[in-house]
Structure formats: structure tokens, C-alpha cells
């Protein structure tokens, strides 16, 4: 057995209590064996290896609940002509970025396979731990047809061997859909009930399956021992459908209504608003140009509404994931969303709440990590700022100055 002691440090322990000054936390392999004060906390008499938080602060490992590992967007003609196996090299350093931002834990919206996901569970590659959804279920002429009016076909995510095309339309082909893609590996499966931002023929409002083939995609994710139902859900009728049909995050949810709201609520719903995505659609488009026409066009129309929306919801009491669409942002960037969570009324310690204890029911994963808490994986950070007085400090991976995943260091820039 091998003990670690992280003293020294201000804990934030992501249940949204009092932070405690002079904290000490007790690692006990790879899972937390106590947490206190340095003055109550009875340490181990055998010998520990110290980690000294030098005054910083001790927060979980933060967890972001929308991801896409296998993607970081670019140029549509440099995507299209990459290598496939290239994009595999590139997601390597799409991960390292991730847990040097601090997120040691993530559920992947789509793109990255079973092999990815084994990659960093063997040591081969550093990673968070992954949710994995694999492939991205939609309709014909929907959020994930890349078709084209020139007929040619552009698809962010290709098919090949473990991860199956995802358009199926009509309750039996849904059906098939998700057998295949829960017998390719995913740990939930992730569908489309509206358009949106970056699709070339649809609109975010529109909206997308029927609700029978909703019930029968949530039907048979439960029957694989109650795997979860995502849903990128933007437009309000897609929303409520969703809902209705018992899935069990709303993704981005652009056009949230009253009655789509209370329906959340009724449902115990979970609501992943992804703030980042269209603003990083713009930011790139400005910067660089990568960014399609009509995405951009789409983004500039839903920003200010996407915010409403949340606020909306954030006010009522839905339960609010912290998710990012990483992947259309560069990755390693995700703690921007943060500060706009605080933007549409959140305050900065409802955030840390939503990106540690939220995230970890969102996921299923709530006995395991999300908090630190004797018993639960050794998943924590160290940060060299005060989040509560300044929550965009952690938008900058410098000060996130060390992260452990289950109990390994596996980034560290104290002096």
C-alpha cells in the first residue's frame, strides 16, 4: 500500500460546501483514504509521499460531460484530405491538452471508438477517463448527413470497423442501430432530435426522429443494463420529445420553453448547455476562417437566445452538467465554459459544482469520482488561483499546476 499526502492547500471538494483552509487529503493507492484539516485529520504512521499544494487550492478532477476526442475542427479541405489514421496520432494530443486542463474525466459525443478508449485505460496514451457513445445516431437529411447539394458527402466522423454509420431512419432501423453500436462498445448512446449549427441542411430548430423512434432507441439502450440516452436537442419540440421519451441529457438546448423546462424538471433531466460551441463557431470563422458559412450564420443567430435559455433554466432548478463541444474549440480550452455558466447567472462555485458533482451523476459515475471524499478514485487538482475570486484563472492551463487521475501524477509544474 502506498500512502500520498496533499497538504498545504485551500479544498474546494466540488459539493458546493465551505471551502477548508489548511487541508490535508490522504491518497491510499488510488483511491482517497481521508480528508480534513491538517490539525483533525489522523495521518497513516507508515511512510507517505508529500505533496505540497504550496497555498494553491485542492479541487476533484474536473469532468467535462460533451466532448469529441477524435476531432479538433480545422479547415473543411485540410479534415477532408487528412489521412484517417493521422486523426488518431492528432487525438493523442487532444487528450494529453484535456488533462492538462485539469479534466480527468470526460464523455465523448461521438468520434472516439472502443480502441481509443482502451488506449488510455492500458497506460498506452495519457488521457481522462472516457464515456464512450462512438457513433452519432440521426436521421436522412439530418444533424449528422453531411450531404451535400453537389451530391458529395462530408462526414466529420467516417465510418469504419468499430464504429458504425449512425443515419437510421424509422423505428426498426433505429432498432438495428442501436444494437450495433452498443455491440461495438459504447457506454451510452448519443442521437440527434433536432438539427443543427454546423449541419448543412437543417436548422437547429428542426426537428428530428419521431417519437416512437425515440422510444425505441431509449428502449433498447435500457434493456443493455440501463446504458443512458444523450440527446443533442436544440429546437423546443425535439427538446420535449426527448424528454418525453425518458433520455437522459439534453444536450445544448438552444430553444429551451417554459413547457419543455417544467418537462426537465418532471423528468429529473439533465441539461448540458455547451455555451462554448457557437461562440467558438464565430471566434474561429474570425480568426481563421475554417468555420462554413452557414455554421457561422447559425451560431450569430442563437448565441444571445442559447443564453436566455439556460439562464431560464439554471433559475428554475434544472440539473446543469458542465460540456463543451471540445472538439469545435481546441481542445484544452474547455474551462472557458465556466465563466459563461457564470454569465447566465450561475455563481462561480454553482460552476465548480456543475464540472465535479453534476458532471459525476451525469455520467453515472457519482460513487466513483466528482468529489474529494475518502473512497472515491484519487482524481484531484491543484490549481495556483483562488476559483471562486477568479474563475477565468482556470481558463489558462498554467494554473492548473498539477493533476493526479487515480492516484498517478500525471501532470506537475511546482517548482
Not at 447539394?149 to 424509422?170: E, H, K, M, V
Amino acid at each position: 500500500m502506498a500512502y500520498t499526502l496533499i497538504r498545504n492547500g485551500t479544498l474546494i471538494d466540488g459539493t458546493g460546501r465551505t471551502p477548508v483552509p489548511h487541508a490535508a487529503v490522504v491518497l491510499k493507492d488510488q483511491r482517497i483514504d481521508s480528508v480534513g484539516s491538517m490539525n483533525t485529520i489522523k495521518l497513516p504512521s507508515e511512510n507517505m509521499t508529500v505533496i505540497d499544494a504550496q497555498g494553491g487550492w485542492i479541487l476533484p478532477g474536473l469532468i467535462d460531460t460533451h466532448v469529441h476526442m477524435m476531432l479538433e475542427f480545422t479547415h473543411m479541405q485540410a479534415m477532408m484530405s487528412a489521412p484517417f489514421s493521422l486523426n488518431f496520432y492528432k487525438a493523442m494530443h487532444y487528450l494529453r491538452r484535456t488533462i492538462d486542463a485539469g479534466i480527468t474525466s470526460v464523455r465523448d459525443a461521438g468520434g472516439a471508438d472502443l480502441g481509443v478508449k482502451q488506449a488510455v485505460e492500458q497506460g498506452l496514451i495519457v488521457g481522462p477517463r472516457m464515456q464512450i457513445s462512438i457513433t452519432v445516431l440521426g436521421i436522412t437529411g439530418g444533424h449528422v448527413d453531411g450531404w451535400m447539394a453537389s451530391g458529395n458527402t462530408w462526414n466529420l466522423f467516417s465510418s469504419y470497423p468499430g464504429n458504425p454509420d449512425g443515419i437510421c431512419d424509422g423505428v426498426d432501423e433505429c432498432r438495428k442501430k442501436v444494437r450495433e453500436v452498443l455491440r461495438a462498445g459504447a457506454d451510452i448512446i448519443k442521437i440527434c432530435s433536432t438539427g443543427g449549427v454546423l449541419s448543412p441542411t437543417d436548422h437547429p430548430e428542426f426537428t428530428q426522429f419521431s417519437p416512437e423512434e425515440l422510444a425505441v432507441i431509449v428502449q433498447e439502450a435500457a434493456y443493455r443494463r440501463g446504458v443512458k440516452v444523450m440527446a443533442h436537442a436544440q429546437g423546443a419540440e425535439g427538446i420535449k420529445n426527448a424528454v418525453r421519451a425518458g433520455i437522459h441529457s439534453i444536450e445544448h438546448g438552444i430553444y429551451l420553453d417554459d413547457e419543455a423546462i417544467d418537462l426537465m424538471l418532471e423528468h429529473g433531466t439533465f441539461l448540458v448547455p455547451t455555451l462554448l460551441a457557437p461562440v467558438a463557431v464565430v471566434e474561429i470563422a474570425q480568426a481563421t476562417g475554417a468555420m462554413p458559412e452557414y455554421g457561422v450564420r447559425k451560431s450569430l443567430e442563437v448565441i444571445e437566445i442559447h443564453r436566455d435559455s439556460i439562464a431560464r433554466a439554471h433559475e428554475r432548478g434544472v440539473k446543469i452538467a458542465m460540456g463543451t463541444d471540445a472538439g469545435v474549440m481546441p481542445h484544452g480550452t474547455n474551462l472557458r465554459e465556466l465563466n459563461l455558466m457564470v454569465g447566465i447567472g450561475m455563481s462561480p462555485m454553482e460552476a465548480i459544482v456543475a464540472t465535479t458533482k453534476t458532471a459525476a451523476e451525469c455520467l453515472g459515475w457519482q460513487d466513483q469520482v466528482g468529489t474529494v471524499e475518502a473512497g472515491k478514485l484519487a482524481d484531484v487538482i491543484l490549481t495556483r488561483t483562488d476559483p471562486l475570486s477568479d474563475l477565468a484563472s482556470l481558463e489558462k492551463p498554467d494554473n492548473i499546476v498539477t493533476v493526479l487521475k487515480g492516484g498517478q501524477v500525471v501532470k506537475d509544474l511546482r517548482q
